[in-house]
Each structure stands twice: as C-alpha cells, then as structure tokens.
C-alpha cells in the first residue's frame, strides 16, 4: 500500500487523550453544511458514540434535506428553533470538535458561544488559514480534498481500522464524493484514492450512494436550473468567466432555497471556453459571491482580497453586506474582467 498522508503522533495522543477524558462533546460544522460538512460530523458522531460518548452534532442551520438519508441525520441539532439549545451545548460541552471550516465566524449565530465556551477545541479541516488562536489542537490540511478525508486519516491514525465501519465509511465517503465532484477536481493527491478504496472495502455500495448523492432533484429544482441557465446567466468568453445572479425573488417564484442552488456554479466551468465561474445569490440579510476555478487560476485569494471571505486555491466564497445586486454584479465584473483574459 502507499503510505500517502501521515498525521502527527503527538497530536493524535493528545487527540486520544482528550477524547477519553471527555464525557459530553460536540461536534459543529459550519453554516450551509454541504455534503462533507455533513458527512464528517456525522462520522465522527458514530465514531465517538461507539466508544459510548455522549455526543451531539450541531449544524448552524440543521441538515439539509439532501443529506438526510445519511445514517444519524435524524439526531443533529440546528436551525432556528434550536438556536438556544445548540448554544447551550457548547457552553456545557467538555470536547468540541470543529469539522470543514476555518474560523468561527463560518459558524453564524453560533459564533459567540463557540468563542466563549471554556473547553477544549478541536479543529479538523482542509481550508487556507485556519484561526489558530480559536482552537486547542488543529489538524489543518489544505491540500487534502475534503474534510471527510482528512476525518478518515486522523481515525484511522487514532483509533485504527476497526473505528471505521460501514456507517462510518458511509459518512465519509459521501463527503470526499461531494467535495470532489465525483472525484473530478481537488483529486490529485495519492492520499485520496487510498481512502476512498478503504472506504469502499467497508462495503458501502458507491453505485447506490451515487443515486442519493446525485438523483435527488425536485421537479422544482430541475426547473429553476432551466431558468438559471437561460436567464441568469452572464458570459464573457473573451475572459473564461461566467457568472449566474440570483435574487430572492428569482428563489421565491421558483420555490427552491440555498440548499436547492448549491452546485449551480459548477455549471459555469461545464463551458468549454470558460477556466472561471462564479455565483451571485442574493440572501435577507447579505448576497453571497461562490467562485469555482480550473486549472491553476487562486479563487481563495480573489474572495479574501475583496469579498471578506475564504476557502480553497479552486473553490471559495465570501460576501458582500450593504450592497445591492446591481452593484454586487459590477464589482464581480470589475474584478474579474480585469484579471481574466
């Protein structure tokens, strides 16, 4: 076997340690959990569970109905009619467990009470520039495809082959297969292939998991894709960029929400002429800027430098408060038009 991706053994004792003096720990991803924030969580939640932790995940906005086929859905706390009980039980919390974010900022309303809650503070994450002071312990990996992978190597390291079960692999998988896209980008590192053969070796059934994963549109959906495409699409082929915009009433018409547009960047990069795509979706309270890349061309630097936000070299996002979707529009033009030819 190819020994790809070690994790620090000074770590993983620590890791060991606290978790085995822990009697209550929370696991918390961040707001609009995707496929690996979800999928790693919840991997985690079994993990700990067997070993017969009192375990809670957490999720600033509940599970997305697209996930909730996964094995424990059922179980995470979220949303806003259990904002005070999530705050609750990262006050009380011995051992939180961050997975598939950077900063606590990532986790919305429930930043104040992950900042102030006096335990210790795990960090297991993939993203650029992880805040450091936030966190106890950080298994920081950039150049790891996703959280779920890194999740499966720091198990694997800590606990062995026997934590990782067919639940477990589910999870984890479900994550590395989201965040990839089907292993079609942030795919080149030997280390994921070697976690996703272990994973299948679990018995986990990847054609079936491929239907849940993909085949889960609504007709509404599929229809608001049709419209997005046709009508919110912006092109300029002179630059290989594109971009759709979508405004809460282009959302309220259509009956879809976040959940229902995530993905819809990708489609910018379908374009043959076309090496960066972004996405403009207006929310209440701010609009949201998602940037995908091909090739070698650092999206996480444009949406640090002018969109306040973060990510990765080929995927990132930030947002932009007290701006109109007009002006949003310009600025994404203005910034992109000059550094794309």
């Known amino acids: 076997m190819y020994d790809m991706l070690t994790i620090d ?11 085995e003096e822990a009697s209550d720990v929370v696991v918390i991803a961040h707001r609009n959990a995707d496929g ?24 600033p906005d509940g599970c997305p109905y697209t996930y909730s086929w996964l094995p424990g859905s059922e ?19 011995d051992l939180i467990i961050a ?3 950077n900063a606590p900022y990532r986790v919305a309303a429930l930043q104040e009470a992950l900042s102030e809650a006096r335990c210790r503070k795990v960090l297991i994450d993939h993203h650029e520039n992880p ?32 934590a990782i079960d067919r639940t477990v692999a589910t999870c984890l998988y479900t994550g590395i297969r989201t965040d990839t896209g089907g292993l079609s980008y942030s795919c080149n590192q030997p280390s994921l292939y070697e976690a996703v053969a272990a994973l299948v070796a679990r018995d986990i059934d990847p054609e079936r998991l491929n239907h849940f994963i993909v085949d889960n549109y609504s007709v509404d959906r599929l229809m608001f894709y049709a419209f997005a495409i046709s009508q919110r699409l912006k092109i300029f082929p002179e630059h290989k960029f594109a971009y759709f915009y979508i405004s809460l009433d282009d959302q309220h018409r259509h009956h879809i929400d976040s959940v229902d547009i995530e993905g819809l960047v990708n489609y910018t990069l379908r374009l043959q002429q076309v090496e960066v795509g972004a996405l403009i979706r207006e929310e209440p309270k701010r609009i949201k800027v998602s940037l995908r890349s091909k090739f070698d061309f650092n999206v996480e630097r444009i949406a640090s430098q002018f969109f306040n936000g973060g990510g990765h070299i080929k995927a990132a996002g930030g947002d932009c408060v007290g701006m109109t979707m007009k002006e949003v529009m310009d600025k994404v033009e203005n910034v992109f038009l000059s550094q794309t030819r």
């Open 36 to 59: 690996d924030a979800v999928g790693s969580s919840l991997a985690i939640w079994h993990i700990l569970r067997s070993m017969g932790k009192n375990v809670f995940v957490v999720l």
């Open 99 to 101: 997975v598939d974010f």
């Open 75 to 93: 179980s995470i706390r979220g949303g806003e009619r259990q904002q005070d009980e999530c705050r609750g039980l990262l006050l009380s919390a």
């Open 9 to 19: 053994n000074q770590q993983i004792t620590i890791l060991r340690s606290w978790v």
């Open 131 to 162: 805040a450091k002071e936030a966190f106890n312990l950080l298994f920081s990996r950039p150049e790891i495809s996703s959280a779920c992978e890194l999740c499966y190597w720091v198990a694997l390291s800590a606990w062995g082959p026997d």
